[in-house]
């Protein structure tokens, strides 16, 4: 059986506000000056206080004023309650401010070989006080975790002009295409290589919903050219897809901070307009 919950009196904060500052002065006059209000109103407002609450907290004479032993009691009780109220609106500020409360963070793989390790470090420190949840996930699900409030933001990875329904997005680092390809392969001697030296090429590349702009600028090059890329194998994170390379299934065509993964048996290379 469910026990009703006795009703309170609703008290304001003030008035345990006016409380804490007479007990300290044990004076009227002197605890009004404090408030910023004349002597009768305080007077009142203790008087209304001790009615809400059912007993004395002073002993008043005409020559002192004296707490009760209720008094006494409920003292550290009420300036523990300032002090979590003044927490309160502490805390809210630093939330209307940005330094306290929590980032859902996503990112795909590629943000973590370069941009991403700075840009947490200048987080943390810019934001101590703001705890910082990362989740790593390809771009089609990014969205899918964006579109359901499930995460605050995310890198993703995409081509110039790209848009997402019912989302706000930010150019934060822009970098070029670089090729992959096997150590072993022929063309892994030159520096430079130029477009039509790899249209036949076998290719390992990620499946279009990860990442469908990128997708169609790379492989529009092809189209442009009247040449159907050769796609051998695909695979979902880019790690991924340089070992593949590194296996010699194919070359890849990635973002150039790629290359900050160390992976033996591949080189990256520039490709210039044919």
Do not use: C
């Not at 979590?84 to 929590?102: I, K, N, T």
């Not at 969205?143 to 359901?148: N, R, V, Y």
């Not at 600028?217 to 695979?235: K, N, R, S, V």
């Amino acid at each position: 059986m469910n026990t009703p919950v006795p009703h309170l009196p609703w008290i304001e904060l003030r008035l345990w506000r006016q409380f804490v500052t007479v007990a300290e002065e044990l004076h009227f006059g002197r605890a009004a000056l404090r408030l910023h209000m004349t002597q009768p109103p305080l007077t009142q407002a203790i008087a209304q206080l001790e009615r809400s609450l059912g007993l004395r907290l002073f002993d008043r004479t005409q020559r002192r004023v004296q707490l009760t032993a209720q008094g006494r009691a409920l003292l550290p009780k009420a300036l523990a309650l300032l002090l979590q109220a003044q927490g309160l609106v502490l805390d809210a500020q630093a939330l209307a401010g940005g330094e306290a409360g929590r980032l859902r963070l996503a990112f795909v793989s590629t943000v973590g070989f370069a941009l991403l390790p700075p840009w947490v470090m200048a987080f943390r420190h810019e934001f101590p006080g703001v705890q910082l949840d990362l989740v790593e996930a390809t771009g089609d699900v990014q969205l899918q975790l964006l579109q359901a409030a499930e995460v605050d933001a995310g890198f993703l990875l995409h081509a110039s002009g790209f848009k997402a329904p019912g989302l706000n997005s930010l150019t934060v680092a822009r970098e070029p295409l670089v090729l992959a390809l096997p150590v072993s392969h022929p063309l892994a001697a030159r520096k430079t290589l130029r477009l039509h030296e790899v249209w036949t090429q076998p290719l390992v590349s990620f499946p279009r919903r990860i990442a469908p702009s990128l997708y169609d600028a790379i492989f529009g090059m092809y189209q442009d050219a009247g040449q159907p890329p050769a796609i051998a194998q695909e695979a979902i994170q880019m790690q991924t897809i340089v070992n593949l390379v590194s296996a010699g299934l194919g070359l890849a065509w990635v973002p150039a901070s790629v290359q900050e993964f160390q992976r033996s048996g591949v080189v990256y290379r520039q490709v210039q307009a044919s």
